[in-house]
């Protein structure tokens, strides 16, 4: 019945030209089946951290990771590349929203620390992916060079798939700690809309950001804002963050990104390079493009120059020029 109704939606996604034509599902994907529970039958069929049956399947043998709060209206029963099967439940609770902090935070985006908030805290940057990387690349030409429909294909396919579990793991493990001490560090938080899609186009990026998964974080920001009763601003992606002093404005014409620390020679403020790009976020969310002149045309003092729109690309650059590094080194 379930599968009915997604794939009247996938028709509907298609002709409205917002979907492709739809597939059928491979049977190497992952794997999933979803129920509607019965409401009727519930008491007999769910108790929270006890039991669970189902039509067909009868009572599942299940390890509870965790116990869903409220009444589940319905239930997913999945199947993962790596062989295991998961069961997730979706529930209806109320959530309360976290008590007001008093406190706005801009937040840099970055890749020696994922995030940097504007009063100081680091996320770090666990670099899962890198680290194992070289490991799964071996273990994927081992893959390949197995004969299709073999069985070693097969052992092997798990063992490549239970690689990427594990890291798929680990990462979000971490991005889920790093939003929810964000969400809960301020009522507003503000961050630079990175252009995810756009720079994991260029291959020299796309390892850095796919490992720590940009896109994820912020769609982890946004519900976990929008479920704490907290406000997300988005900051136009093409401010020169890292080049402007957060403290008095002034704009300079090169930070590479070897330069962690820098003092502004206007103002004379010493400035931590990531947090000051958090504050400098926080202030174009907080005043508007006004306030700092993200789009070219920067407050000139001395004998800055105020960035082009082209030497301003901003943010986008310290994922290049990291890149150079990485290359380099
Ligand atoms: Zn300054």
New binding site residues.
């Given amino acids: 019945m379930q599968a009915l109704l997604d794939q009247d939606k996938a028709f509907k996604n298609f002709f409205e030209k917002r979907g492709h034509y739809p597939k059928f599902k491979s049977r190497y994907d992952r794997q999933a089946i979803r129920y509607q529970l019965d409401q009727r039958q519930i008491e007999r069929t769910y108790h929270a951290g006890e039991t669970l049956k189902l039509p067909k399947l009868g009572t599942l043998n299940l390890r509870w990771s965790q116990i869903p709060a409220g009444t589940p209206k319905m239930v997913t029963v999945s199947k993962t590349p790596d062989g295991r099967y998961f069961v997730s439940f979706a529930c209806e609770v109320e959530i309360s929203s976290l008590p007001l902090t008093g406190q706005t935070i801009g937040v840099d985006l970055g890749i020696k620390d994922v995030a940097v908030s504007s009063d100081g805290w680091k996320s770090g940057n666990p670099r899962h992916l890198k680290s194992q990387l070289k490991h799964l690349k071996r273990q994927q030409r081992f893959l390949s060079r197995k004969q299709k429909g073999s069985h070693r294909r097969y052992r092997q396919r798990l063992k490549v798939a239970r690689m990427h579990a594990r890291i798929a793991a680990m990462r979000q493990d971490f991005l889920h700690k790093t939003t929810t001490a964000l969400v809960r560090r301020a009522d507003v938080i503000a961050l630079e809309d990175l252009n995810v899609k756009g720079m994991l186009k260029n291959h020299h990026l796309a390892g850095a950001i796919a490992d720590v998964g940009m896109g994820e974080f912020r769609r982890q920001i946004e519900y976990k804002a929008a479920w704490a009763g907290r406000k997300v601003v988005v900051v136009d992606r093409w401010a020169p963050t890292s080049k402007t002093?957060g403290?008095?404005?002034?704009h300079q014409r090169r930070m590479p990104l070897s330069v962690r620390e820098w003092t502004?020679p206007?103002?004379q403020?010493r400035h931590d390079r990531d947090v000051n790009a958090a504050n400098v976020i926080l202030k174009l969310a907080t005043a508007g493009n006004a306030g700092c002149h993200a789009r070219g045309g920067g407050k000139n003092l001395g004998d800055h120059e105020s960035p082009t729109p082209v030497e301003a690309r901003t943010d986008a650059e310290k994922f290049i020029e990291a890149a150079g590094l990485e290359r380099a080194a």
Avoid at 247 to 250: L, R, T
Wanted: hydrophobic share 0%.
């Fill in positions: 002093c403290h008095c404005g002034s502004c206007d103002c403020t």
